[in-house]
């Protein structure tokens, strides 16, 4: 059966693996319908330099799902990239189209 979660994963994979190739650090992004998480991940792929997420208690207050949300976690990684020295990243959306508020929280980042 080929379902929109198994077409998401593929997609997800192909990135992945082009990612690894590069060797650069991985900023990944994981959506759902009520919060959206960012992580910065080792070119080896085995250790979180930096994470954000509509979990962490500045941005818990305001709506979680929408695009100033994703705009909102975007500034929030881009500054605690920056605090463990990190300027160039290779963005890893997990298979989700570029639209909406993954755009937005890649677009809102000064990495």
Do not use: C
Not at 36 to 51: D, F, H, N
Not at 83 to 95: C, E, L, W, Y
């Amino acid at each position: 059966m080929f379902d929109k979660k198994s077409a998401r994963l593929r997609r997800a994979k192909k990135t992945r693996a082009h990612i690894r190739g590069l060797g650069a650090n991985r900023l990944v992004v994981h959506r759902t319908s009520k919060h959206m998480y960012a992580q910065l991940i080792s070119p080896t792929g085995g250790e979180v330099l930096a994470q954000a997420s509509t979990l962490d208690t500045a941005l818990r207050s305001a709506k979680t799902g929408n695009i100033e949300a994703a705009a909102a976690v975007g500034a929030l990684i881009a500054e605690r990239a920056k605090a463990v020295g990190i300027t160039k990243v290779a963005f890893d959306r997990s298979g989700f189209k570029y639209h909406g508020r993954a755009w937005r929280k890649l677009n809102k980042q000064t990495v």
